[in-house]
Nanobody
Framework: QVQLVESGGGLVQAGGSLRLSCAASGRTFSNNAMGWFRQAPGKERELLAAISWSSKSQYVADSVKGRFTISRDNAKNTVYLQMNSLKPEDTAVYFC?????????????????????WGQGTQVTVSS
């Protein structure tokens, strides 16, 4: 059974940092692009960042650019989201997902298409 399990969420004060991890099991995603999304109450799910299988190509949404960084460790079948300078508006459930795409085209990475596997999400709450 394929599983993506997020961890690292929690409650943090504004200006603080969190590092989310997403560990995959059941199959390797070392040849797949991976992404991080978030969804706040009453809002649509938002693609925050995506990374190609080789880490050569990365996309980061304007809303978090300069504060969030995506990375991966294929040997551990794990993808990370480092979140710095957190703001109350970053409060949401954060999801990781695996894409069927195995290339490094930036214009494909920046879309929300092709994500076949999803984690259950981890709550991030930023207090003011």
């Amino acid at each position: 059974q394929v599983q993506l399990v997020e961890s690292g969420g929690g409650l943090v004060q504004a200006g603080g940092s969190l590092r989310l991890s997403c560990a995959a099991s059941g199959r390797t995603f070392s040849n797949n692009a991976m992404g991080w999304f978030r969804q706040a109450p009453g809002k649509e799910r938002e693609l925050l960042a995506a990374i190609s299988w080789s880490s050569k190509s990365q996309y980061v949404a304007d809303s978090v650019k300069g504060r969030f960084t995506i990375s991966r460790d294929n040997a551990k079948n794990t993808v990370y989201l480092q979140m710095n300078s957190l703001k109350p508006e970053d409060t949401a459930v954060y999801f990781c997902a695996a894409n069927r795409y195995s290339g490094s085209n930036y214009n494909i990475l920046k879309t929300s298409n092709g994500y076949d596997y999803w984690g259950q999400g981890t709550q991030v709450t930023v207090s003011s």
